[in-house]
């Protein structure tokens, strides 16, 4: 599959289109700055084409057998795994990631229709007897109905795949909007689908600049049961102020301010390379990301000089080319923000150990950065760095480690190091986060729930628990005679 083989048009009800008003928007390759493709700029008449397609599909999708259902992700996972060079190449054009990491999403991506094809014949109920004797009690669980799936740029597969293999598996018809930034990968996706049997009208998708243009009209349809939304905090908040006019159920994956505590009794060596995990993958450009690196003052200078000389180290290019450890970032405007960024944390007193510019070439890079004595008032310790910037900040003891992890509205994801048993539990079990990653520095997994707490969201993706947010359970009250 190349780029020119996507589909780029509205899709509704198991046909391509163009947008109704004609509108297209270029897709620009973030290490080039060149257009790759141009794609159809949905608005207010597609999305409502979009719901009341999904709308008319949804009785019918909700009793197809739940095998059915199993069967079309577990196809729709042999092809994406069959295609993953291909799939990998269009990624890393369309967004930056080296072609490495780009396929391994790829792989991460496939992994939740398998999943979600295991979890579709799983779904229980319960019989049991009021306790007086007089009724039995049986419980079904259904499908919440049509769904608003609503995904980012920065994992423009994966986060498609674990919304939607949910939700196909429940027996929901969806309305997709991916992210105008990234929407080619998606857009490949809706055909592989199409490919493993999924019938006309389950999936539906309108690509758009003007998100509001396309998303409102679906959340104040009455059609619509679910919001499931991965992006900023603030928008999150917006959306679900609009689901509470329906009383829709939600999701919210929002976003986070991911600690990295580094105790003296660490592996520093394994720190070194977690924090490389946790803070480099995708070029910092997600949200589990480590954004603040807090580190044992006795062993905090030697850490930052390990992770400079490992982060300097780093290649970094067009992630199309062979040996290229990082890419871009997604776009300009991202770019302007890290060093903005930088350049407060340099301001009030922070050193640069390696990095702190952006390389003489075109395209969005910006270069590997650590940063030592970062002081509280920066910044980038209190906002979404989204970018190869690593910031270190010595601590005395574990309690104040633990009280400036958790000095944060978010709280998505945390990532501790030592040796010791009994403070790894303890310290893991007072973050305020919903993921921990021990000795780690990667906790994203389809077998796990995925998501936080405080600010950074409601519900899990992924997982036992991930099916549970596209299904509503149903007593039923039968007398005993």
Not at 129 to 145: A, F, H, Q
Not at 220 to 246: C, N, P, Y
Not at 327 to 348: F, I, T, Y
Not at 361 to 371: A, H, K
């Amino acid at each position: 599959m190349t780029i020119g083989k996507v589909s780029t048009g509205v899709f509704i009800d198991g046909q391509w289109g163009e947008a109704a008003s004609g509108a297209r928007f270029d897709v620009v390759n973030p290490a080039t700055e060149e257009v790759i493709a141009t794609v159809a700029d949905g608005g207010a008449e597609d999305a409502i084409r979009a719901i009341e397609a999904a709308g008319r599909a949804q009785n019918d999708w909700a009793k197809t057998a739940p095998r059915e259902r199993s069967e079309i992700l577990r196809r729709a996972y042999d092809l994406i795994m069959a295609r993953q060079d291909e799939l990998a190449l269009v990624m890393t054009t369309e967004m930056g990631k080296p072609l490495a990491e780009a396929k391994g999403e790829v792989a991460y991506a496939a992994e939740f229709f398998r999943w979600f094809a295991e979890e579709a014949v799983r779904i229980g109920g319960d019989l049991t007897t009021t306790g007086d004797g007089k009724n039995r009690i049986l419980v079904s669980r259904e499908p919440v109905g049509p769904c608003v799936l609503v995904t980012p740029w920065n994992f423009p597969l994966a986060m498609g795949t674990r919304k939607i293999g949910p939700a196909i598996a429940a027996g929901c018809t969806i309305v997709f909007k991916p992210a105008n930034l990234t929407p080619l990968s998606s857009l490949a996706l809706v055909d592989i689908l199409g490919e493993a049997g999924l019938p006309a009208g389950v999936l539906n998708v309108v690509c758009t600049t003007k998100a509001s243009s396309v998303v409102t009209p679906w959340m104040s349809s009455g059609i619509a049961r679910k919001i499931s939304f991965t992006g900023s905090t603030a928008v999150g908040v917006r959306l679900l102020e609009q689901a509470s006019q329906h009383v829709m159920r939600s999701s919210m994956e929002l976003g986070g301010n991911a600690p990295f505590l580094v105790f003296e009794d660490a592996d520093l060596d394994r720190a070194v390379e977690g924090a490389v995990a946790a803070k480099m993958r995708n070029m910092g450009e997600a949200c589990t990301a480590a954004n603040r690196i807090f580190v044992q003052r006795s062993v905090a200078e030697e850490f930052a000089r390990r992770l400079a000389a490992r982060l300097g180290a780093l290649t970094v290019g067009d992630g199309a080319e062979p040996g290229i450890e990082v890419g871009p970032l997604v776009e300009e405007k991202a770019l302007r923000k890290v060093q903005e960024l930088v350049d407060d944390a340099v301001g009030k007193g922070a050193k640069v150990v390696c990095g702190g510019n952006r390389p003489d070439r075109p395209g969005y890079f910006y270069s590997p950065t650590v940063l030592s004595d970062v002081s509280a008032e920066a910044n980038l310790m209190t906002e979404e760095i989204f970018g190869p910037v690593a910031p270190v900040v010595p601590f005395d003891t574990e309690e104040e480690a633990v009280r400036l992890a958790n000095d944060t509205p978010w709280g998505l994801a945390g990532y501790l190091f030592t040796q010791d048993v009994d403070r790894g539990f303890r310290v893991g079990e007072a973050l305020e986060v919903g993921m921990v990653g021990l000795n780690t520095g990667i906790v994203s997994n389809p077998a796990a729930p995925f998501g936080g707490v405080k600010a950074s969201g409601l519900g899990r993706e992924g997982g036992r628990v991930g099916i549970d947010e596209f299904l509503e359970y149903k007593y039923m009250a039968v007398p005993r005679t």
